[in-house]
């Protein structure tokens, strides 16, 4: 991971305007991670964990997608 550097905080809380097909793979990785949160929310008890789980489909799909808006 390279150093950070006021340059890189600029970058990172910038809004990246979708490029190309950027939203279209945004949308592909939300409805992916969804399909797999409900699979997750239907196949495990109500607990700590299964929200844990939830929540982690989540930042995966936030860091999927800002992987794609800060780097290219």
């Known amino acids: 991971m390279p150093q950070i550097n006021h340059s890189?905080?600029?970058?990172v809380f910038t809004y990246h305007t979708p490029k190309s097909d950027q939203a279209e793979r945004y949308e592909k990785i939300r409805t992916a991670?969804?399909?797999?949160?409900?699979?997750?929310?239907?196949?495990?008890p109500s607990s700590p964990e299964q929200t844990l789980a939830v929540r982690d489909v989540q930042r995966a799909t936030m860091m999927?997608?800002?992987?794609?808006?800060?780097?290219e």
């Not at 890189?8 to 970058?11: A, I």
């Not at 991670?33 to 495990?44: G, P, Q």
């Not at 999927?64 to 780097?71: E, G, P, S």
């Open 33 to 44: 991670a969804k399909d797999f949160a409900r699979v997750i929310l239907h196949n495990t």
């Open 64 to 71: 999927a997608n800002c992987a794609i808006a800060t780097n």
């Open 8 to 11: 890189t905080l600029d970058h």
